[in-house]
Each structure stands twice: as structure tokens, then as C-alpha cells.
């Protein structure tokens, strides 16, 4: 079976700040990795996804992620925090074959403080 | 805006009644998935549809069921309510079968037994 955890429900960063959070994996096939946000009020959103190629990911809002298999790892990382960055977060994990689900994290809230 | 649409947005009912959340998913997709978002168990997938057939089942309750129209909607219907059973409800969709893990959310159904 696979499965995240995410290290630290909630993360309060200062504004223009490293974003960094927490994300490791565990799965007895390749993966496929992504963040989401969700944003207050709002459904989750697809921030970026690894899929086997690149192992840095680029997504939306200035956003990234490593993929390092030796530490099953998936971190995200944004180099200066803004206050609209302030949301939910959640990883997922799911095979890069078959039809198995979208397997979430518990989530790190971010707060980004003025 | 996702393009997926849920209805209600809101429902409060008591134990023991039955409720049925709507969605309809973005336009073209044919695949649709159900979601439990709660504070305790974070999300949990619950079942997907592809085309009209399920595809996926998860820790869905017995008491539980959806089913995927021909015009692709989708419809989850919960029954004997408990007060467990609060929670936040997301429909989700893709394109695919195949759970690549991009799926776009809606911006879910909020349920409050009491």
C-alpha cells in the first residue's frame, strides 16, 4: 500500500521567508507524487506533480519540489514566502501504473505572518 | 474555478435521515471521484466512476453509495446518518480512466449531521 506523511500539520513562515515543507513517501512501486493547495473556502488545486522524469518540479505560484528516492522524499519549497501563499497543503501518492487512487497526506497548514 | 460543480454547498440534517450530494464533473471529463474530507482522518477516497462504471472503491460505508449518470454527473447518497458522518464531501474529476493523480476538485458539499 502506499502513503505520505507530512511532517508538521501546521508551518507559520515570515513574509519573504523560505517555504519549506514537509513530505515523505512510501510505496513498493514507482511513484507519482503531487502537491495540492487548498485554499480557504476553496477545493484543492493541483500545484505540481513528479511523474518519473525530472526530479526538481516546477509549479504553479513559484513553487517546487525534489523528488530524492535515496530519503523517499517529495519536499516543497518556495524561496520567499507571500501572503497569498497562506493555505492548506496536502501531498498525494499514487502508482505511475494501473488504477489505484490519489492517496493523501493529513495536510500542513501554512501561515505567513507580515 | 475548476469547472466542476457541486450542490448543496451546505446541508444540515439530523442522525438517521438520508442526504444526496451532486456533481457534476468538468466538461469532457468521464471520470469522477469521491472524496471525504474530516479533521480526524484527513481525506479519504471513497469510490470513482468512469464512463457510468466504478472503477475504485475505497473506505466507503455500506451505508454509502453513488452512481454515475449517463450525462456523467454524479451522485453519492448517504443514508442512517451518524454524527460521524459530518464532513467535508469533494467531488473531484479527470479525463481518464487511468488515475494519473490530476484531478480537478470542486469546492465540495459540507455536511452537519446533528
Known amino acids: 500500500a502506499q502513503s505520505v506523511t507530512q511532517l508538521g500539520s501546521h508551518v507559520s513562515v515570515s513574509e519573504g521567508a523560505l517555504v519549506l515543507l514537509r513530505c515523505n513517501y512510501s510505496?513498493?512501486?514507482?511513484?507519482?507524487l503531487f502537491w495540492y493547495v487548498q485554499y480557504p473556502n476553496q477545493g484543492l488545486q493541483l500545484l505540481l506533480k513528479?511523474?518519473?522524469?525530472?526530479?526538481l518540479v516546477k509549479g504553479i505560484n513559484g513553487f517546487e519540489a525534489e523528488f530524492k528516492k535515496s530519503e523517499t522524499s517529495f519536499h516543497l519549497t518556495k524561496p520567499s514566502a507571500h501572503m497569498s501563499d497562506a493555505a492548506e497543503y496536502f501531498c498525494?501518492?499514487?502508482?505511475?501504473?494501473?488504477?489505484?487512487?490519489?492517496?493523501f497526506g493529513k495536510g500542513t497548514r501554512l501561515s505567513v505572518i507580515a | 474555478d475548476s469547472g466542476v460543480t457541486q450542490t448543496p454547498k451546505h446541508l444540515i440534517t439530523a442522525t438517521g435521515q438520508r442526504v444526496t450530494l451532486r456533481c457534476s464533473p468538468r466538461?469532457?471529463?468521464?471520470?469522477v471521484y469521491w472524496y471525504q474530507q474530516s479533521l480526524d482522518q484527513g481525506l479519504q477516497f471513497l469510490i470513482q466512476?468512469?464512463?457510468?462504471?466504478?472503477?475504485a472503491k475505497g473506505n466507503i460505508l455500506e451505508r454509502f453509495s453513488a452512481q454515475q449518470f449517463p450525462d456523467l454527473h454524479s451522485e453519492l447518497n448517504l443514508s442512517s446518518l451518524e454524527l460521524g458522518d459530518s464532513a467535508l464531501y469533494f467531488c473531484?474529476?479527470?479525463?481518464?480512466?487511468?488515475?494519473?493523480?490530476?484531478?480537478?476538485f470542486g469546492e465540495g458539499s459540507r455536511l452537519t449531521v446533528l
Open positions: 473531484a474529476s479527470s479525463a481518464s480512466d487511468r488515475n494519473t493523480g490530476e484531478l480537478f
Open positions: 510505496s513498493s512501486v514507482p511513484p507519482y
Open positions: 513528479y511523474t518519473s522524469a525530472a526530479t
Open positions: 498525494a501518492v499514487t502508482r505511475n501504473s494501473g488504477n489505484t487512487p490519489l492517496v
Open positions: 466538461s469532457g471529463d468521464l471520470s
Open positions: 466512476y468512469y464512463n457510468g462504471e466504478e472503477r
